[in-house]
């Protein structure tokens, strides 16, 4: 399999449910993140995870919870979830490097509905 | 804080021309651009870096104007396949691999 891959693809969860959304990447790259893109809204950066340093963006709500096992695969552990965190949760990858090209490559995303 | 793209949207004919904008307030490193379809995930298409390289799918243009922070995205004799939301996501000189991303254009191309 190729590229960045995520399952699962859909998921609606009640506010009590705790669930994980997984990101796999292929593409040899050294660091991983995820964004959540909400209905008109633009992509918002929640975690980087680079050569093991993990970045948050500071308003992320600690009921969302990063996990970076490796350089190939990323986690997003989820609990106690409101209704307004439904939204796309897309996982991308790039080969980050200082004063470079630092493109990065996106997965399909998780659909995540909270009831 | 995040850039600023115009305009919101914008419908074309096959064959038309159409620029999209992006500006920052703040002094960038870089700029990418991607397009989106629905229900897919954003693809890459270009990525300009101050100092005037690019890289990037060969029938996409664009520029970088450094002075004022701003980036231009060229769709020049569009296909039906150009439909989309393209967003432009700008990478600060401290900041490197994390881009924030602006709000998105989008495009229709109808026959």
């Known amino acids: 399999e190729t590229g960045v891959t995520q399952t699962p693809r859909h998921l609606v969860m009640g506010m009590t449910n705790k669930k994980s959304l997984k990101c796999e990447q292929h593409l040899g790259h050294n660091a991983m993140y995820w964004y959540k893109q909400s209905a008109k809204k633009p992509l918002e950066l929640m975690f980087v995870y680079s050569l093991e340093e993990r970045v948050e963006n500071n308003s992320v709500p600690s009921r969302f919870s990063p996990e970076c096992p490796n350089s190939s695969h990323l986690f997003l552990h989820l609990h106690t979830l409101q209704p307004e965190d439904s939204a796309l949760y897309l996982c991308?990858?790039?080969?980050?490097?200082?004063?470079?090209?630092?493109?990065?490559?996106f997965g399909p995303g998780t659909r995540l509905t909270v009831l | 804080q995040q850039p600023v793209q115009s305009p919101q949207a914008v419908i074309l004919r096959e064959g038309e021309d159409a620029v999209i904008n992006c500006s920052s307030s703040k002094a960038l490193y870089s700029v990418h651009w991607y397009r989106q379809k629905h229900g897919e995930a954003p693809v890459f298409l270009m990525i300009?870096?101050?100092?005037?390289e690019q890289k990037g799918h060969e029938k996409i243009s664009a520029s970088f104007n450094e002075k004022k922070q701003q980036s231009s995205l060229y769709l020049t004799a569009s296909q039906l396949s150009y439909s989309g939301t393209y967003f432009c996501?700008?990478?600060?000189?401290?900041?490197?691999?994390?881009?924030?991303f602006g709000a998105g254009t989008q495009v229709v191309v109808t026959p």
């Open positions: 991308a990858s790039s080969q980050r490097r200082r004063e470079a090209y630092n493109e990065q490559f």
């Open positions: 300009l870096l101050k100092g005037g």
């Open positions: 996501g700008t990478e600060g000189p401290d900041s490197w691999g994390k881009l924030q």
